[in-house]
């Protein structure tokens, strides 16, 4: 039976509110691999301060046949808010979804440190809806709050 192994890293760090995000990733270094394929996932901790590397989750889903790769891969990356891969099949997908990921498709292979300055910059800027709710971040200046409430 296949196995998943977390490497966690200690970095003595607590970062309030911080998203989880995994890379899928052949070399630490940049997105380049498939969902189904990676072997490796780069685990971040994503805050308005920063980032810093949680840690690699290693997957080897070798002697595995058909969905159950899929359903080993997502429960080896459990507690991950984001994903992000070159590509995904639509089934895997929707069971990361399920799951409570939210997966990110990237056109090309892509630095992992440029999605985290990106995602950085984002979350200190006007985050989506999703994003904060995965922070638990209140917007009290949001315009639409009084519209809502107005319903």
């Given at each position: 039976m296949a196995e998943s192994m977390k490497i966690t890293v200690?970095?003595?760090?607590?970062?309030?509110?911080?998203?989880?995000?995994?890379?899928?990733?052949?070399?630490?270094?940049?997105v380049n691999a498939h969902f189904g394929g990676a072997k490796e996932f780069?685990?971040?901790?994503?805050?308005?301060?920063?980032?810093?590397?949680?840690?690699?989750?290693?997957?080897?889903?070798?002697?595995?046949?058909?969905d159950d790769k899929t359903d080993f891969k997502v429960r080896a990356l459990s507690g991950v808010d984001i994903m992000y891969c070159e590509s995904i099949g639509g089934?895997?997908?929707?069971?990361v979804i399920r799951a409570g990921i939210h997966?990110?498709?990237?056109?090309?292979?892509?630095p992992i440190e440029t999605i985290l300055r990106d995602l950085v910059k984002m979350i200190?800027?006007?985050?989506?809806?999703?994003?904060?709710?995965?922070?638990?971040?209140?917007?009290?200046d949001d315009v639409r709050l009084a519209r809502w409430s107005a319903e």
């Open positions: 200690e970095d003595g760090q607590s970062m309030p509110n911080a998203v989880k995000v995994a890379f899928a990733t052949k070399d630490l270094e940049e780069a685990v971040y901790s994503v805050g308005k301060e920063g980032f810093s590397l949680h840690g690699v989750v290693k997957t080897d889903t070798g002697d595995i046949e058909g089934t895997a997908a929707a069971k997966p990110m498709k990237v056109a090309e292979a892509t200190n800027g006007n985050p989506p809806p999703w994003i904060k709710r995965i922070m638990q971040v209140e917007t009290p």
